[in-house]
């Protein structure tokens, strides 16, 4: 055994070596990325399922790095939160969130995914107000997406800042909803506008289980008269399927891939939402 570890050790070094080099490059990257504006909002649509109208967009963040090309969130956003950027990265995209949804048609939403880590500061919610304020960007317009993940650790703390935001008219809804655990007691626990279906359960729709979970989901959302959006909807069938089943709000490759500012003002355009 000790040979054969000796033998791994052998052959796995240079990679881990390789592979703490890459990180230590992304995370260099990252800082330089927010110091030189590298992260940009890119929107995705969020359609009414049974009329089809648009009623808001989800902003999703990229990274242009001038090394890697277009990042996805999943790769940078861990890493802003280990290294203690995340907040910094989070207000810099919801400056240019604020500014792009001014554009739109008022009735138009905009939701921003928040880090639990930023849900740890205390001061998370009167600095999220101040960016509104001095953004003149109205606070009935923003939503903001949480995960259950946030309330393992201070509950208190988190339900008394969703409370002053949603005081000041700021919607907050429950992400990815079903994939984590415990979701029905925070359920109660929690003073919740939204709850956003995981998209693994909506794209999987034909299957006999996940219809299943998505219709018991469907009929809590009824009880607690909570509304509810349908997120991964990637083709007709899953949509009919959904149109079945209530009234959800819904977004996913079916309406399109998330697009950047400038692409988003054009459809807009051509949609009279301008
Ligand atoms: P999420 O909040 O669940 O966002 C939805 C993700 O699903 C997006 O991936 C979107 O592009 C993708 N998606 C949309 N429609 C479909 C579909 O029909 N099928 C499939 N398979 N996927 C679909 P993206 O943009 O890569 O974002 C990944 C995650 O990164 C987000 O998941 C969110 O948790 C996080 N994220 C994105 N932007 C931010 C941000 O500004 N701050 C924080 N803290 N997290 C962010
Ligand atoms: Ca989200
Ligand atoms: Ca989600
Ligand atoms: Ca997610």
């Not at 949804?101 to 849900?119: E, G, H, K, R, Y």
């Not at 740890?120 to 919610?125: A, I």
């Not at 626990?189 to 709850?195: E, F, G």
Request: proline share 4%; glycine share 8%.
């Amino acid at each position: 055994a000790k040979k054969n570890g000796k033998n791994r050790y052998f052959w796995f070094e240079p990679t881990m070596e390789n592979e703490l080099r890459f990180r230590n490059e992304l995370e260099n990257g990252i800082r330089r990325g927010l110091k030189r504006g590298e992260f940009v909002p890119f929107y995705e649509q969020q359609v009414d399922i049974s009329t089809g109208e648009l009623v808001g967009f989800e902003m999703l963040a990229r990274w242009k790095s001038p090394e890697l090309g277009l990042v996805n969130p999943d790769v940078f956003i861990p890493i802003a939160e280990e290294i203690g950027v995340i907040a910094e990265m989070s207000e810099q995209l919801m400056v240019q969130a604020f500014t792009d949804a001014q554009a739109w048609d008022s009735s138009l939403t905009l939701s921003v995914n928040i880090s639990p880590v930023q849900l740890r500061d205390p001061w998370f919610s009167q600095r999220l107000l101040k960016l509104l304020i001095e953004n003149n960007f109205p606070a009935h317009r923003l939503e903001i997406e949480v995960t259950e993940t946030c309330l393992h650790e201070n509950l208190g703390l988190v339900k008394s800042m969703i409370a002053s935001l949603r005081n000041q008219g700021v919607r907050v809804s429950l992400d990815d909803f079903g994939a984590g655990y415990s979701s029905l007691s925070q359920l109660r626990s929690l003073p919740l506008d939204r709850i956003k279906i995981d998209r693994s359960f909506v794209s999987e729709l034909r299957n006999k289980d996940s219809s299943k979970i998505v219709d018991a989901i469907i009929s809590l959302g009824d009880g607690l008269q909570m509304p509810i959006t349908a997120e991964g909807i990637e083709n007709e069938d899953i949509l009919a399927q959904l149109r079945e089943m209530g009234e959800l709000k819904g977004q996913g490759y079916h309406y399109g891939r998330p697009e950047d500012g400038s692409q988003m003002l054009e459809r807009l355009a051509e949609n009279g939402k301008l």
